[in-house]
Nanobody, 117 residues
Framework: QVQFVESGGGLVQPGGSLRLSCAAS???????MGWYRQAPGKQRELVAG???????NYSDAVKGRFTISRDNAKKTVDLQMNNLKPEDTAVYYC????????????WGQGTQDTVSS
């Protein structure tokens, strides 16, 4: 069973930065990977995805501010988040994804990011 361990969340002021990291077990390099988030009272949504060929895909809400990267040897996928806004406050999760960046596995515990002054 694949497991995901997300880390790097925290409290940051608007305009600040955070770097999230996700460590995965099981098969990794054959899958696209995605970072998703769920804000209070909202559905979980795709934030950023990266293909097996390292081509990134971003939601309009984070384009230009977030950068996704992957390390197949370490089985990790990172999300660098810059110029954070209060609306970025959410629990962030990673997952393996299909070609449309739909998640394919059970969720990990996620990491809480709070953007507030």
């Amino acid at each position: 069973q694949v497991q995901f361990v997300e880390s790097g969340g925290g409290l940051v002021q608007p305009g600040g930065s955070l770097r999230l990291s996700c460590a995965a077990s099981g098969s990794f390099s054959m899958y696209a990977m995605g970072w998703y988030r769920q804000a209070p009272g909202k559905q979980r949504e795709l934030v950023a995805g990266i293909t097996t060929g390292r081509r990134p895909n971003y939601s309009d809400a984070v384009k230009g501010r977030f950068t996704i990267s992957r390390d197949n040897a370490k089985k990790t996928v990172d999300l660098q988040m810059n110029n954070l806004k209060p609306e970025d406050t959410a629990v962030y999760y990673c997952n393996r994804a299909d070609e449309h960046f739909n998640p394919v596995d059970s969720w990990g515990q996620g990491t809480q990011d709070t953007v507030s002054s």
